[in-house]
């Protein structure tokens, strides 16, 4: 029973965000849904048959169309088709949401039989506690592929949860732990590849869990990490593939002209290959006006695996300027908020954005960019909460503190696939699945904090450690 009230609060959580199912806060289309939404045989019921920039989150899509031949390879195109099931001819996005609600709702409910009743429960607050309001949430209705990459996020952080307060004798809570930490992190790399520091974190959990089955310890963890690997491997290829395909120019354009030029300099520019011509376009994006006309773009276009490559040289042997794209990335999880694309649902008086600008947050251009970031207050605070987080874990050795290096870890690791990525285009979305990291580690460190400081006056209160004093014995 208090596990299933546990899944509820947590369900409603989301519904309450999203203003379910009224007039639902959602994630409009930046142009990224059609690839997805296509695979599931929709089609916006717009006048002009379009979801992207219009202004509003476009919530109604015909169904039945036939699938496009090339959806993005992502785990949210099989949850987006799940929700189309049984649908009439006109389909309602709100329907995305409440599956992503669910679901949120039954990992938590199981999470919590797991853990149990009492204090301990207050491990999975962290994972949960971000999705309050709908800077997170809010995605959960869109066509995107982040909504998948969240809900395995959050499941991933309950199964640690699980782990971190759990005894090795207690083998059904230990497995259950287990298939939530390789399950959060096979969906979320699976959603996006740029997710894939999540499945290798939650490998390198499961390999140092301990289960005292038939006398063997540590069997059960390492088999669970080398399954989720195995089942990994066709999916996340077939994403790499995707990308490779249809933004493999793209990609290496703006890394280059949008990190490795301006943090560089014009140093870069001959390991590059690029003519000193193009040193004025650093800072400029592939998107939105192409790159017709840049200095350099040819050589780009002609051989982008190459100049990948170069510019991932470039920026080892400059480790100060790589330490400043990540740092910026970092200071870019401030702006989590996506401002730019907007969350109430389209309606006939809704006026849609001048196309062929952008803002700072899309780091399309580097002066609009740097305007923005100064703009972010307190800039150092998510570098402190992700170094704070994983200190805290080495040392402190509690449940809390080993979900704020979780969270801490993650959230870099995130920040530097996204950077090496994609350079700063786009930059505040790129990282938003680790800002979303970073509020549970900062969630995590003040019941650690309270934690510790409970535990002074009442010994034992707030004792999170993993124990045998369980209300469910192992049999």
């Known amino acids: 029973m208090v596990a299933m009230a546990a899944g509820l609060v947590a369900g409603l959580v989301v519904v309450i965000s999203l203003g379910l199912p009224s007039a639902p806060a959602g994630a409009g289309d930046n142009g990224d849904g059609y690839r997805l939404y296509c695979g599931a045989g929709l089609a916006p019921a717009t006048p002009d048959g379009r979801s992207n920039w219009e202004g509003g989150v476009v919530l109604d899509f015909t169904s039945g169309s036939a699938p496009c031949s090339d959806p993005i390879a992502s785990s949210a195109l099989p949850i987006l088709r799940l929700a189309t099931t049984g649908a009439g001819p006109v389909w309602s996005l709100s329907r995305l949401g409440f599956l992503y609600a669910l679901a949120i709702a039954v990992a938590a409910a199981v999470a919590a039989w797991a853990v149990g009743p009492g204090v301990r429960m207050l491990v999975l607050v962290p994972a949960v506690v971000p999705l309050a309001g709908p800077t997170f949430s809010r995605f959960f209705v869109s066509t995107f592929g982040e909504p998948a990459g969240l809900l395995g996020a959050c499941v991933l952080c309950l199964g640690a949860g699980v782990l971190a307060v759990t005894d090795r004798r207690l083998v059904p809570e230990r497995i259950i732990g287990l298939v939530l930490v390789a399950g ?74 949008t990190v490795v030029l301006p943090e560089v300099g014009d140093d870069a520019l001959v390991p590059l290959g690029l003519p000193a011509a193009a ?102 605070l998510p570098a402190v909460v992700a170094l704070v987080g994983v200190v805290a874990g080495l040392i402190g050795r509690t449940a809390f503190t080993r979900i704020a290096a979780l969270g801490g870890a993650s959230a870099v690791g995130l920040v530097v696939v996204a950077v090496l990525g994609d350079g700063y285009f786009e930059i505040a979305k790129h990282v938003w699945l680790a800002a979303y990291l970073l509020e549970v580690a900062a969630a995590a460190l003040v019941l650690a904090a309270a934690a510790a400081l409970l535990s002074r006056r009442r010994s034992g209160t707030w004792d999170t450690a993993p124990h045998d004093r369980h209300a469910r014995r192992a049999g």
């Open 279 to 380: 040193a004025p376009f650093a800072g400029r994006a592939y998107f939105p006006e192409g790159a017709d006309g840049y200095p350099g773009s040819e050589v780009v276009a002609a051989r982008p695996g190459e100049v990948r490559s170069a510019a991932y040289r470039e920026l080892l042997t400059h480790p100060g300027a790589a330490l400043r794209a990540f740092g910026t990335g970092l200071e870019a999880t401030l702006g989590a908020r996506l401002d730019y694309l907007p969350s109430q649902p389209l309606t006939a008086t809704t006026v849609p954005p001048v196309l062929g600008s952008s803002v700072g947050e899309q780091g399309a251009d580097r002066g609009r960019l740097l305007a923005w970031l100064d703009s972010l207050p307190v800039p150092w």
């Open 184 to 257: 959060g992190g096979l969906l979320a790399a699976t959603a996006k590849t740029a997710y894939v520091p999540l499945l290798g974190m939650a490998v390198l959990i499961c390999a140092a869990t301990a289960v005292r089955t038939a006398g063997r310890k540590r069997v059960a963890g390492p088999v669970v990490a080398v399954v989720a690997l195995l089942l990994a491997v066709a999916p996340v290829l077939a994403g790499v593939g995707w990308q490779q395909r249809n933004y493999a120019v793209v990609n290496a354009h703006n890394l280059v002209f």
